[in-house]
């Protein structure tokens, strides 16, 4: 199964890759996903910019000789290619297994076209069955945990992890999301949580690997 899932994913990446054109802003993904599209760029000897979503992003890249930019030094990103831990048609995104969810959130704001890519596992009806990465700082993460529970959540804390922060992450299994969109506001009001793993009308586009095939699912329906 996992090399059947691993052919999707190339296929979906070398269709993304054949999206970027020479002298683009890049953000790159962080994830095993990520990576297949990170080395069909360098493959394909285009020349960009890349904006890592995390330091495990930004040491492949440099290995493969992309040169990077920090996202503080360019006025926008192209187009940015990232992966999904589940993805619904309405393209309603759970993101975060690899930990940098926070990065990756801040890349896609700033993006002018996101694109996903995925294999066919990830598509889902309802978000919700791959627990909820939350990113909370240290000093706050028990009140957030209450605040979660109170939203119906059981947690757990993703032992021996640090994100590129400095912060912790707790995974929240609310059961199936209804209302992505709804708990995704919600989830912001809670003070000390920077960041989860809701990307709510973010992806323009997800390109998923189906056997053979090529899906696309598209935002505003073109």
């Known amino acids: ?18 999206m970027i054109k020479d002298g683009q802003v890049v953000g790159l993904g962080t994830g ?15 020349r960009i910019t890349g904006v890592p979503t995390s330091v495990r992003t930004a040491r492949l890249a440099v290995t493969l000789g992309i040169p990077l930019a920090d996202i503080n030094s360019v006025e926008a990103i192209d187009i940015t ?7 619904t048609p309405e393209l ?20 002018l076209r996101e694109i996903i890519i995925a294999d066919s596992s990830k598509l889902v009806a309802q978000l919700g069955a791959f627990r909820l ?21 059981s947690c757990l804390l993703r032992e021996g992890f640090v994100t590129d922060e400095g912060n912790r992450v707790l995974d929240a299994d609310f059961g199936l999301i209804g209302d992505p969109a709804a ?21 323009d586009t997800v390109i998923m690997g189906k056997g053979a095939e ?6 505003h329906g073109s």
């Open 183 to 203: 708990l995704a506001l919600e989830l912001n009001n809670i003070t000390g949580l920077v960041a989860h793993g809701l990307f709510i009308n973010l992806a």
């Open 1 to 18: 199964m996992t090399a059947q899932k691993d052919k999707e994913k190339q296929a979906a990446a070398k269709v993304a890759a054949g």
């Open 133 to 153: 990465p939350i990113e909370v700082i240290p000093f706050a993460q028990r009140y957030v945990e209450q605040q979660l529970e109170k939203l119906g959540a």
């Open 92 to 111: 309603y995104l759970l993101k975060g297994g690899g930990g940098a969810f926070l990065r990756e959130k801040i890349v896609a704001e700033r993006t």
């Open 32 to 46: 095993s996903t990520a990576e297949f599209v990170i080395r069909e760029i360098a493959l394909r000897g285009l």
């Open 214 to 219: 090529i899906v696309r699912f598209n935002r």
């Open 81 to 87: 290619i990232d992966g999904a831990d589940e993805f």
